[in-house]
């Protein structure tokens, strides 16, 4: 099963500030790879998909890059609607595996 | 709309069996794969199974092959995911999803999930 790793595990950031979150896979995925933000009690949001897609109706603010092994996702300036836990998910091949999570919080 | 409703979860003893159901509108359900993804309490998304459009093809996460089975009715359009032998870690939220389009996507929509508590 391919692997991802995020980093970091948590990130401490005020509004306005520029995040970048990393995902790395343990092989080659191209660009088969989704960013999801979930808030408590919610299921997941789809933000960015095929590394750097952005899904209709996800604020610009948010942005991916990466291909092969090394992603990132990237938010311009954090707003106070963005402090969330994100996911990275690798559609390359079975099973769908996910990273661990990386949960942004209000410095 | 696209909704998604799972129902099914509950209270099950370790080694017991549960049938999760998903009731899915507002797209044509027989043109998209589904998939089932779980989260454990304060934990991470793990992705559980997947099925084809036609219901073909399925998969699984090593954790649950053998012991889970995904299946959907295109005629009621509803995906389901029957557990069996329940082990404590399969307690969790478990989430019905919907694939975007063929191909390498992801998922665009998911149900509010539906809670499954595996106790001895």
């Known amino acids: 099963d391919i692997q991802l790793t995020q980093s970091p595990s948590f990130l401490s950031a005020s509004a306005g500030d520029r995040v970048t979150i990393t995902c790395r896979a343990s092989?080659?995925?191209?660009?088969?790879l989704a960013w999801y933000q979930q808030k408590p009690g919610k299921a997941p949001n789809l933000l960015i998909y095929?590394?750097?897609t952005l899904q209709s109706g996800v604020p610009s603010r948010f942005s991916g890059s990466g291909s092969g092994t090394e992603f990132t996702l990237t938010i311009s300036s954090l707003q106070p609607e963005d402090f969330a836990t994100y996911y990275c998910?690798?559609?390359?091949?079975?099973?769908?595996?996910f990273g661990q999570g990386t949960k942004v919080e209000i410095k | 709309e696209v909704q998604l409703v799972e129902s099914g979860g509950g209270l099950v003893q370790r080694g017991g069996s549960l049938r999760l159901s998903c009731a899915a509108s507002?797209?044509?359900?027989?043109?998209?794969?589904m998939r089932w993804v779980r989260q454990a309490p304060g934990k991470g998304l793990e992705w559980v199974s997947g099925?084809?459009?036609?219901?073909?093809?399925?998969n699984y996460a090593d954790s649950v092959k053998g012991r889970f089975t995904i299946s959907r009715d295109n005629s009621r359009t509803t995906l389901y995911l029957q557990m069996n032998s329940l082990r404590d870690d399969d307690t969790a939220v478990y989430y019905c999803?919907?694939?975007?389009?063929?191909?390498?996507?992801?998922?665009?929509?998911w149900g509010q999930g539906t809670l499954v508590t595996v106790s001895s």
């Open positions: 999803a919907k694939k975007m389009d063929s191909g390498n996507y992801p998922i665009d929509y």
């Open positions: 507002g797209f044509t359900f027989s043109s998209y794969a």
């Open positions: 099925i084809s459009g036609s219901g073909a093809t399925t």
């Open positions: 092989q080659d995925i191209s660009s088969y």
């Open positions: 095929a590394a750097s």
């Open positions: 998910q690798q559609l390359n091949s079975f099973p769908r595996t």
